[in-house]
Nanobody
């Protein structure tokens, strides 16, 4: 059974940084695209960043230049380095991975940025 475990969320002041991690276990097949989504209170879940198996990345316009996504293939882990955080970055951040066209989600980790 595939399992995603996220960590690294918390409460910070605007301008500070956080690093999220998501480790995948239980997969027998290679992990394809890995990504992060976030859901602000009362809003839909939106894409933040993705990274392919050959480390091509995409970012939401709102986080370009501030966030960096990376992955460690050996550890089955994806990271999201978040710098210069803003209050509008507040939300629950979800890890997402695709394994042979099947999507898996983490349980979410709360990020709260106070201005």
């Amino acid at each position: 059974q595939v399992r995603l475990v996220e960590s690294g969320g918390g409460s910070v002041q605007a301008g500070e940084s956080l690093r999220l991690s998501c480790t995948v276990s239980g997969n027998r097949l290679p992990i394809g695209v890995m990504g992060w989504y976030r859901q602000a209170p009362g809003k839909q879940r939106d894409l933040v960043a993705t990274i392919t198996i050959d480390t091509r990345t995409t970012y939401a316009d709102s986080v370009k230049g501030r966030f960096n996504i990376s992955r460690n293939k050996a550890r089955n882990t994806v990271y999201l380095q978040m710098n210069s955080l803003k209050s509008e970055d507040t939300g629950v951040y979800y890890c997402n991975v695709r394994i042979r066209d099947v999507e898996y989600w983490g349980q979410g980790t709360q990020v709260t940025v106070s201005s």
